[in-house]
C-alpha cells in the first residue's frame, strides 16, 4: 500500500535534488529515504529515479508519480487543517514582504498569527516584489505582501490595505519647495530625481503613472533599497517618492520636506499574493488579520499596538 511517508520522500527528493538533502528536510535518514523510494518503485514495478544520473533526476515514470504526491500531499495538509483547532495547528508558513511591510507593521502581523495559531511556525523573507511574485509561482513561498503592480492570472490577490506616498527632498533643496507653495509635476522632474525603478512594485507603478502625466524626468538614479533611498534623499542627493505618514518624524525633526505637487501621487494598494490552487482556510485566515494590522503610519511599530488595536 502507497503510504504518504513514500510519497513525502519522492516529493522532496525531487524538489531539493538530492537524497540527503530530502533526508534533511523530513528529519531521518538518509538511508530511510532511500527505502521509502524502494519500497514505492517496489510497489509500481517500476523505477522513478533515473540511476544512471549522478543527481536525483526523476524518470518519465517518476514525473507522473511527482505530480500526483504533489497532489495528494496538498490535499492530505488541507484536510489536516480544515479539520485541526487553531491552537494545535502545526504548520510551517513562508511568508514573503517588502521593506517597507518589514519597517512598519510586519512584527504586529506575526504577533497575531502567534495569538491565534501558536503552534504555526512563521518563515519572513523581506525582498523585492517582482522577486516574491517569482517565489510564489516557483513554491518557494506560500503567501507575499507586495504592491498592487502585478496582473498574473496565475496569482490570486486580496487587497489588504494602501500606504500613501509624497515627494519629499532635504529642505531648501528646491526652491520651489517653501511651505505653502506648489510645484507642478514637470518642474520636480527638472531635478535629480532617485527612483525605485523595475525592481520594485512601487517603482513599477509610480514610472508608469509618470508617464502618463508626460512627465519626462532629466537625471534618474535608480536606487532598488529603501533604506538606502531614504539615506540619499535626506543627504540632499535629489528629490523622491517616500512613504509619508511614516517619515513624519523625519520631518518634524527637519530632515525631510514634504512638496507639494499638483498632481498628487496616487495612493499605493497593497495586496496579499498566492497561488490560486494553494488557498487554504489558514492563509485565508492571515490575509484576513493582514487586513486588520496593515498600517503604513509608523516605522518599527510596537508589538503593544497589535492588542491595543484589537
Same mark, same amino acid.
Given at each position: 500500500?502507497?503510504?504518504?511517508?513514500?510519497?513525502?520522500?519522492?516529493?522532496?527528493?525531487?524538489?531539493?535534488?538530492?537524497?540527503?538533502?530530502?533526508?534533511?528536510?523530513?528529519?531521518?535518514?538518509?538511508?530511510?529515504?532511500?527505502?521509502?523510494?524502494?519500497?514505492?518503485? &517496489?510497489?509500481?514495478?517500476?523505477?522513478?529515479?533515473?540511476?544512471?544520473?549522478?543527481? &536525483?533526476?526523476?524518470?518519465?515514470?517518476?514525473?507522473?508519480?511527482?505530480?500526483?504526491?504533489?497532489?495528494?500531499?496538498?490535499?492530505?495538509?488541507? &484536510?489536516?487543517?480544515?479539520?485541526?483547532?487553531?491552537?494545535?495547528?502545526?504548520?510551517?508558513?513562508?511568508?514573503?514582504?517588502?521593506?517597507?511591510?518589514?519597517?512598519?507593521?510586519?512584527? /504586529?502581523?506575526?504577533?497575531?498569527?502567534?495569538?491565534?495559531?501558536?503552534?504555526?511556525?512563521?518563515?519572513?523573507?523581506?525582498?523585492?516584489?517582482?522577486?516574491?511574485?517569482?517565489?510564489?509561482?516557483?513554491?518557494?513561498?506560500?503567501?507575499?505582501?507586495?504592491?498592487?503592480?502585478?496582473?498574473?492570472?496565475?496569482?490570486?490577490?486580496?487587497?489588504?490595505?494602501?500606504?500613501?506616498?509624497?515627494?519629499? *527632498?532635504?529642505?531648501?533643496?528646491?526652491?520651489?519647495?517653501?511651505?505653502?507653495?506648489?510645484?507642478?509635476?514637470?518642474?520636480?522632474?527638472?531635478?535629480?530625481?532617485?527612483?525605485?525603478?523595475?525592481?520594485?512594485?512601487?517603482?513599477?507603478?509610480?514610472?508608469?503613472?509618470?508617464?502618463?502625466?508626460?512627465?519626462?524626468?532629466?537625471?534618474?538614479?535608480?536606487?532598488?533599497?529603501?533604506?538606502?533611498?531614504?539615506?540619499?534623499?535626506?543627504?540632499?542627493?535629489?528629490?523622491?517618492?517616500?512613504?509619508?505618514?511614516?517619515?513624519?518624524?523625519?520631518?518634524? &525633526?527637519?530632515?525631510?520636506?514634504?512638496?507639494?505637487?499638483?498632481?498628487?501621487?496616487?495612493?499605493?494598494?497593497?495586496?496579499?499574493?498566492?497561488?490560486?490552487?494553494? /488557498?487554504?482556510?489558514?492563509?485565508?485566515?492571515?490575509?484576513?488579520?493582514?487586513?486588520? *494590522? *496593515?498600517?503604513?503610519?509608523?516605522?518599527?511599530?510596537?508589538?503593544?499596538?497589535?492588542?491595543?488595536?484589537?
Amino acid at each position: 500500500m502507497i503510504t504518504f511517508k513514500q510519497l513525502e520522500a519522492l516529493y522532496w527528493i525531487a524538489q531539493l535534488g538530492g537524497f540527503s538533502q530530502a533526508a534533511n528536510k523530513l528529519h531521518t535518514t538518509q538511508s530511510a529515504v532511500s527505502k521509502r523510494v524502494h519500497d514505492l518503485e &517496489a510497489l509500481f514495478e517500476t523505477e522513478l529515479f533515473d540511476r544512471a544520473q549522478r543527481s &536525483a533526476r526523476l524518470t518519465e515514470k517518476g514525473e507522473e508519480m511527482f505530480v500526483l504526491a504533489k497532489k495528494l500531499l496538498a490535499q492530505r495538509d488541507a &484536510a489536516i487543517e480544515q479539520f485541526s483547532r487553531p491552537e494545535v495547528m502545526e504548520r510551517r508558513l513562508r511568508i514573503g514582504i517588502t521593506e517597507l511591510t518589514a519597517m512598519t507593521w510586519l512584527p /504586529r502581523l506575526i504577533a497575531l498569527i502567534q495569538q491565534h495559531y501558536p503552534k504555526v511556525t512563521i518563515e519572513p523573507t523581506v525582498d523585492s516584489s517582482p522577486q516574491l511574485r517569482d517565489k510564489v509561482l516557483a513554491d518557494e513561498l506560500d503567501l507575499v505582501f507586495v504592491p498592487d503592480a502585478f496582473a498574473d492570472t496565475r496569482i490570486a490577490s486580496t487587497k489588504v490595505g494602501q500606504v500613501e506616498h509624497a515627494w519629499m *527632498c532635504k529642505p531648501g533643496l528646491l526652491p520651489g519647495s517653501q511651505p505653502g507653495q506648489r510645484m507642478r509635476l514637470h518642474e520636480i522632474a527638472q531635478y535629480r530625481m532617485l527612483v525605485q525603478g523595475t525592481q520594485s512594485g512601487t517603482g513599477r507603478v509610480y514610472d508608469a503613472w509618470m508617464k502618463q502625466q508626460g512627465a519626462d524626468p532629466g537625471e534618474v538614479i535608480v536606487v532598488s533599497n529603501l533604506l538606502a533611498m531614504l539615506g540619499l534623499v535626506i543627504s540632499g542627493l535629489g528629490v523622491s517618492y517616500l512613504p509619508h505618514r511614516c517619515l513624519a518624524p523625519l520631518v518634524a &525633526a527637519g530632515m525631510l520636506t514634504v512638496i507639494d505637487v499638483a498632481p498628487a501621487l496616487p495612493p499605493m494598494s497593497y495586496v496579499a499574493m498566492h497561488k490560486g490552487e494553494h /488557498r487554504s482556510a489558514l492563509v485565508a485566515s492571515i490575509v484576513m488579520l493582514a487586513q486588520d *494590522c *496593515c498600517d503604513f503610519s509608523a516605522m518599527f511599530q510596537g508589538l503593544d499596538q497589535t492588542f491595543a488595536k484589537g
